[in-house]
């Protein structure tokens, strides 16, 4: 099922890794400054991240043939569509600080 | 066993407001050896407990509860650097404060929020409702600033928050 040259294939393995690794310590930094804050904006962008982990989550079951191709674009590009989703939102309910 | 509740409370003395996990990592104990060992330090009252925001930070026991606090919320990076502007430049506005740190107006009154709650900082209104902020026991502040010393985790959370806050204030 592999549709890349077999010779890029620990690349590609390296890559998912250094990709969940990163993208995990991004969210754990995410969920820590939730607690602390609370609000809605910081849970805005631990839902974001989380879609990105679960791309690379993705990823790494393609890889491994748990997750066929066509499953994998289809959840793939639904979470580029999420992810714009939440960060238009975000965007758009921003409010304007109040003046002190 | 003697030996390593001794250097659990040499830790707690040399990082006052140390996190159970730190202390962990640092003397690279297993976790149930160090919960056993500070629950015998905390009965003989060798050591404090203090649960701050949902954390709880190890202190030796001549620590008072405002000192606690005020460690705890000065390991915090921004709020660290909000009280040594405070320090340095003596009484300011928040606007002179965010301005000169180059973070969001939102960053400052949330860390300011919680060092006038703990009574690191106190705001004073004028007439014209201008608030000046000055900090309160400076001796006693000082050395507690020189004492906390955040985490790497700390850290990167503390300037996470700020980014953010930053991003969202344009």
């Known amino acids: 099922m592999t549709q890349f040259p077999g010779e890029y294939a620990p690349l590609l393995v390296l890559v998912l890794v250094l990709a969940a690794l990163g993208t995990l310590a991004l969210l754990g930094l995410a969920f820590a400054a939730y607690r602390q804050r609370g609000t809605r904006p910081y849970l805005l962008v631990v839902a974001v991240l989380v879609l990105l982990v679960a791309r690379t989550v993705v990823g790494i079951g393609t890889v491994f043939a748990v997750v066929p191709m066509l499953v994998h674009h289809l959840v793939e590009h639904s979470i580029d ?3 714009a989703a939440v960060l238009l939102y975000a965007v758009y309910t921003t409010p304007l600080g109040t003046a002190d | 066993m003697a030996d390593t509740r001794t250097r659990i409370e040499t830790s707690i003395e040399a990082h006052p407001g140390i996190h ?5 990592r640092r003397l690279e104990l297993a976790p149930g ?5 500070l629950k015998r330090l905390r009965a003989d009252d ?5 649960p701050v925001y949902g954390k709880t930070h190890y202190f030796p026991p001549e620590y008072t509860d405002w000192e606690r606090d005020a460690l705890a919320l000065l390991r915090r990076e921004t709020a660290g650097g909000v009280v040594a502007y405070l320090l340095a430049h003596g009484p ?3 606007a002179a404060v965010a301005d000169s740190l180059d973070i969001a107006r939102s960053t400052l009154e949330w860390h300011l929020d919680r060092l006038v709650e703990h009574q690191l900082v106190s705001k004073h209104r004028d007439q014209s409702n201008h608030v000046t902020l000055t900090v309160d026991r400076r001796d006693r502040t000082v050395q507690l600033l020189r004492e906390a010393d955040p985490t790497l985790r ?6 996470f928050t700020r980014l953010v806050d930053k991003l969202l204030d344009q």
Request: glycine content about 0%; proline content about 4%; overall charge negative.
């Open chain 2, 33 to 37: 050896q160090v919960q056993y060992h």
């Open chain 2, 92 to 94: 300011a506005t928040p």
């Open chain 2, 20 to 24: 159970f996990s730190e202390i962990v």
């Open chain 1, 81 to 83: 569509l999420l992810t």
């Open chain 2, 154 to 159: 700390e850290r990167m959370v503390d300037r």
């Open chain 2, 46 to 50: 060798t050591v404090v407990a203090e």
